[in-house]
């Protein structure tokens, strides 16, 4: 049977069957994963589990083709594949390990790899037991995928991402534990079994192993990649607040989500800021900016919403919250920071600031309600600065109007 499958492959005019197709698209499968884990580490060479991620599918794919090609009846072939499936399980966990932060050192992988390896070798040189060396294959990969899971708790507080992959890693451990990988011995079809009659059904279950934990994996490597990008084009980085391209698209969002729902809004504004840079220097400047920015994230609760719109100027949206209970949390990021000062090489300093509070109204846009607050942030200025200049809500009515009505009504404090 061997001989007859030789012949076919010799002869490059037939094309391949259905069953070396899908044999073939295994380590297809691995290798572009492979590839796909090595460009993410060109991308972000501090993960090195990407490293270790791609090592593993390459070595898993390397396995599979001995076994396609193993056209001769080479015993060697088949040890030397379980030996590549062992340290393609072995560089996998590590990989898993070293995403979480977790060292592998001292870990009971390596023993545990060890062990499967000797049975391997007992069961196929010493016994020649070809069903006891397949089934330790696979009940020694999925340990080893299991050991490593056993110790990746975090991932269940991970994004959608993260919890995917660690239910993913029980559920390929107890496909290999119940033997629906019991081809693991031939991960893919051996030379002559290509041509047996329903031969490449016993390369599905691999396969779809194979997709399915890749799939995860890089699903998972992606977030990795992705999350910091994302996050750095919507962060001021002098503040660590998120910037004004934020402001724009997440509390416009926010308000049409809920437009029942009482918003407050505060926007503030440093006092003198200029001078300060004119003064002490740009250093000082941007000294000035991070604090605010420190003082913002310690004052505002869980929930509320900061921004750097630009130059010395903030906001703060705050879902759920009336008018007063925002003038609370501006009260307390105005005293903070009234007993600030920064000490700079031209001397020292204090730093006021001036906020402006307004409640949003049902259905009230964004720009609406971001006007009416900017009109009691400059009131607040004219009347002598760090202070809070605050209205009550009231019935929606021409942006104009409110805005006059608002100036007279407004509270300082």
Same mark, same amino acid.
């Given at each position: 049977?061997? @001989?007859?499958?030789?012949?076919?492959?010799?002869?490059?005019?037939?094309?391949?069957?259905?069953?070396?197709?899908?044999?073939?698209?295994?380590?297809?499968?691995?290798?572009?994963?492979?590839? @796909?884990?090595?460009?993410?580490?060109?991308?972000?060479?501090?993960?090195?589990?990407?490293?270790?991620?791609?090592?593993?599918?390459?070595?898993?794919?390397?396995?599979?083709?001995?076994?396609?090609?193993?056209?001769?009846?080479?015993?060697?072939?088949?040890?030397?594949?379980?030996?590549?499936?062992?340290?393609?399980?072995?560089?996998?966990?590590?990989?898993?390990?070293?995403?979480? @932060?977790?060292?592998?050192?001292?870990?009971?992988?390596?023993?545990?790899?060890?062990?499967?390896?000797?049975?391997?070798?007992?069961?196929?040189?010493?016994?020649?037991?070809?069903?006891?060396?397949?089934?330790?294959?696979?009940?020694?990969?999925?340990?080893?995928?299991?050991?490593?899971?056993?110790?990746?708790?975090?991932?269940?507080?991970?994004?959608?991402?993260?919890?995917?992959?660690?239910?993913?890693?029980?559920?390929?451990?107890?496909?290999?534990?119940? @033997?629906?990988?019991?081809?693991?011995?031939?991960?893919?079809?051996?030379?002559?079994?290509?041509?047996?009659?329903?031969?490449?059904?016993?390369?599905?279950?691999?396969?779809?192993?194979?997709?399915?934990?890749?799939?995860?994996?890089?699903?998972?490597?992606?977030?990795?990649?992705?999350?910091?990008?994302?996050?750095?084009?919507?962060?001021?980085?002098?503040?660590?607040?998120?910037?004004?391209?934020?402001?724009?698209?997440?509390?416009?969002?926010?308000?049409?989500?809920?437009?029942?729902?009482?918003?407050?809004?505060?926007?503030?504004?440093?006092?003198?800021?200029?001078?300060?840079?004119?003064?002490?220097?740009?250093?000082?400047?941007?000294?000035?900016?991070?604090?605010?920015?420190?003082?913002?994230?310690?004052?505002?609760?869980?929930?509320?919403?900061?921004?750097?719109?630009?130059?010395?100027?903030?906001?703060?949206?705050?879902?759920?919250?009336?008018?007063?209970?925002?003038?609370?949390?501006?009260?307390?990021?105005?005293?903070?920071?009234?007993?600030?000062?920064?000490?700079?090489?031209?001397?020292?300093?204090?730093?006021?600031?001036?906020?402006?509070?307004?409640?949003?109204?049902?259905?009230?846009?964004?720009?609406?309600?971001?006007?009416?607050?900017?009109?009691?942030?400059?009131?607040?200025?004219?009347?002598?600065?760090?202070?809070?200049?605050?209205?009550?809500?009231?019935?929606?009515?021409?942006?104009?109007?409110?805005?006059?009505?608002?100036?007279?009504?407004?509270?300082?404090?």
């Amino acid at each position: 049977m061997a @001989g007859s499958f030789r012949s076919i492959k010799l002869d490059s005019s037939l094309p391949l069957t259905a069953s070396q197709a899908l044999a073939l698209g295994n380590p297809a499968m691995c290798l572009l994963f492979a590839l @796909g884990f090595a460009c993410l580490w060109a991308h972000e060479r501090a993960r090195a589990y990407l490293l270790l991620y791609a090592a593993a599918f390459a070595v898993y794919a390397a396995g599979t083709l001995l076994r396609i090609f193993d056209q001769a009846d080479v015993t060697g072939d088949d040890l030397a594949a379980a030996v590549l499936y062992v340290g393609s399980a072995l560089l996998l966990a590590r990989g898993l390990l070293s995403r979480c @932060g977790i060292d592998a050192e001292g870990s009971p992988l390596g023993a545990l790899g060890i062990a499967v390896l000797v049975l391997l070798l007992h069961f196929h040189i010493m016994q020649n037991d070809v069903p006891a060396f397949a089934y330790t294959l696979g009940v020694g990969l999925g340990a080893l995928l299991l050991l490593a899971w056993m110790r990746l708790g975090a991932l269940r507080r991970g994004g959608t991402a993260d919890q995917v992959l660690y239910w993913m890693l029980p559920l390929v451990s107890a496909c290999l534990f119940l @033997g629906i990988s019991w081809a693991a011995g031939s991960v893919a079809p051996r030379a002559g079994e290509f041509v047996q009659p329903n031969a490449w059904l016993r390369a599905l279950p691999p396969a779809g192993l194979v997709l399915v934990l890749g799939g995860s994996l890089f699903a998972s490597a992606l977030s990795d990649v992705i999350t910091p990008l994302k996050h750095e084009r919507i962060t001021d980085p002098l503040t660590q607040l998120k910037n004004r391209r934020n402001f724009e698209d997440l509390s416009l969002e926010r308000l049409q989500r809920h437009p029942e729902y009482p918003f407050s809004l505060v926007l503030l504004d440093l006092d003198t800021f200029k001078a300060i840079n004119d003064t002490y220097g740009h250093a000082a400047g941007d000294a000035t900016l991070a604090e605010i920015g420190r003082i913002i994230r310690d004052c505002t609760r869980t929930g509320d919403m900061a921004w750097r719109l630009g130059g010395d100027e903030f906001a703060i949206l705050m879902p759920g919250t009336p008018a007063a209970g925002a003038v609370q949390v501006a009260e307390r990021i105005r005293a903070q920071l009234a007993l600030t000062r920064l000490e700079m090489p031209r001397g020292d300093f204090a730093v006021t600031a001036s906020f402006g509070i307004a409640q949003s109204r049902v259905d009230e846009p964004l720009y609406e309600l971001f006007a009416r607050t900017d009109v009691l942030l400059y009131a607040a200025k004219r009347q002598g600065r760090d202070r809070i200049a605050c209205a009550p809500g009231q019935e929606r009515g021409d942006a104009r109007d409110a805005m006059a009505r608002e100036g007279e009504e407004m509270l300082s404090l």
